[in-house]
C-alpha cells in the first residue's frame, strides 16, 4: 500500500511540474534577455498566442534584392518562446537574391514551396562551396553561422519555407555589414582587397558613408 501510495505522490508531482513547464509565451512587451522573453501571464495565454497567419501572405519583392523575408519569429509568435524553434517565408522573384549572410544564433533548414532556388554555403575552414539548384519539394541544411545565400535564376518566382533550431536566429547580412554603415572606405579596400571606387559605389547603393 505504501508503495503504491508513492508511486502516486510521485507521478503527481511529475505531471503537475510538467503542466507548469509545458510553454512560456514570450512577454514581448518586456526586455529580451539571453534566455528569451520573460513567461507571459499564464492567465493572459490565449490559443492566438500559438498561431501565427503572416506565412501565408506573399511579401513584398519590390526591393533592391528582388525578394522577401517573412520572419515568424518569436516577436511574430509569441508561443515560440523557449521552444528552440522559429520560421520565416521567403518570396524571391526572378533573379533576385537573399544576399550572402549568415545565422549566428541558429542552423536553418529551407524547403522550396514553388518555383526554382539555387542555394548554397561556404564551409569555415577549407571555404568549401556545397551549392544546388533546388525545385518543389527538396530541401537544404545550412549549419548555423556559415555564409549562406539563396538565388532565384529562374524567369518564375520561387516560395520556399525556412525553419530555424532558434526563435532568435539572428542575421549578419555581408554586403550591409561593408557597405551600409560608417566603415572608412580605406579600411574596407585594406580588409577586403577592394578598390576605393567600387566600394563607394556600393556604399552609395546600400546607404553608407565614409
Excluded: W
Aim: charged share 10%.
Amino acid at each position: 500500500m505504501m508503495k503504491m501510495f508513492y508511486f502516486l505522490f510521485v507521478s503527481a508531482l511529475l505531471f503537475s511540474y510538467c503542466s507548469a513547464a509545458d510553454f512560456c509565451v514570450g512577454d514581448i512587451k518586456s526586455a529580451l534577455t539571453p534566455s528569451g522573453y520573460p513567461c507571459k501571464p499564464a492567465a493572459k495565454v490565449t490559443v492566438d498566442d500559438f498561431v501565427f497567419s503572416g506565412l501565408g501572405v506573399a511579401g513584398n519583392t519590390s526591393n533592391i534584392i528582388s525578394a522577401a523575408v517573412t520572419p515568424g519569429f518569436v516577436e511574430q509568435f509569441p508561443g515560440l518562446n523557449g521552444l528552440g524553434i522559429s520560421l520565416a517565408r521567403l518570396d524571391i522573384a526572378s533573379g533576385g537574391v537573399i544576399p550572402m549572410h549568415t545565422h549566428p544564433g541558429a542552423n536553418e533548414v529551407l524547403v522550396v514551396l514553388s518555383g526554382t532556388i539555387c542555394a548554397g554555403f561556404v564551409s569555415s575552414g577549407a571555404n568549401k562551396v556545397y551549392l544546388k539548384t533546388l525545385t518543389k519539394g527538396q530541401s537544404m541544411i545550412f549549419p548555423q553561422g556559415l555564409l549562406h545565400f539563396q538565388l532565384n535564376a529562374a524567369k518564375s518566382s520561387a516560395v520556399a519555407l525556412v525553419s530555424f533550431s532558434d526563435p532568435e536566429p539572428g542575421l549578419q547580412i555581408t554586403d550591409f555589414a561593408l557597405f551600409a554603415n560608417d566603415l572608412p572606405t580605406d579600411l574596407v579596400a585594406k580588409t577586403t582587397f577592394l578598390d576605393a571606387k567600387t566600394i563607394k559605389t556600393l556604399k552609395g547603393v546600400l546607404g553608407g558613408t565614409n
